[in-house]
């Protein structure tokens, strides 16, 4: 990974010019997505990734970046980014949905699944996703244990795409106290059977170490 050094507000590439020299940090584009990987891979996203793939949920299908028993040929700013409904709501529950959601909003360039992202950005804080892989691998053990449970083609997808609206639409109505109240209790209901996960969530809220 290349280092980070403060960047030069008089730089024309520079982006938020109401942003002190203080404040920013030089990145490049390789750099962002080496952190966003390695974010991913802290919270353990292969094993949720794992289930929606066997059932048909595969958020790279048809990509022509990628070539079958290869994988991705070319990572780009906007597929590091784009976070699916479980990994949302992981992020969502541990408190870094925030965090990673305000790092990307300072990449510019992204589009869907490529990017035109400088080679050098900057942004004003680092990307830190603690280890929560054994969360990850609590919610997977839940969503393969529904998948058996609910025979119905289709279930484990429908309900990745209700929890990543409902947590979407508490950005959208931010400042309407009721109705984040509501959708936190749709949020609720609709992870009620992932009872390993809160398991594990609960210690590690107390510990900081789930124990499954």
């Known amino acids: 990974m290349s280092s980070i050094m403060e960047s030069n507000p008089s730089n024309p590439n520079s982006q938020g010019s109401n942003a002190t020299s203080s404040e920013l940090h030089q990145i490049s584009r390789l750099s962002v997505i080496d952190l966003g990987i390695r974010a991913l891979q802290d919270a353990g996203s292969e094993h949720i990734c ?113 929890i990543d609206k409902n947590i979407d639409r508490l950005d959208t109505c931010r400042h309407d106290v009721k109705k984040q109240a509501r959708i936190k209790r749709n949020i609720k209901i609709l992870s009620s059977p992932f009872q390993r996960f809160h398991k594990a969530l609960r210690e590690y809220q107390l510990h900081g170490s789930p124990s499954l």
Request: with cysteine.
């Open 50 to 162: 794992k289930v929606c793939i066997a059932n048909g949920g595969s958020c790279c299908n048809g990509c022509r970046h990628l070539v079958r028993g290869l994988g991705c040929q070319l990572r780009n700013t906007s597929c590091t980014a784009w976070l699916c409904g479980f990994l949302k709501y992981l992020l969502y529950e541990t408190g870094h949905l925030q965090e990673w959601n305000y790092f990307w909003e300072q990449v510019p360039g992204q589009d869907y699944r490529e990017d035109f992202t400088p080679e050098v950005v900057f942004v004003d804080n680092r990307l830190s996703i603690p280890s929560i892989r054994e969360l990850s691998e609590a919610l997977a053990a839940d969503l393969e244990e529904l998948a058996r449970a609910h025979i119905a083609i289709g279930f484990i997808i429908t309900l990745r795409e209700k």
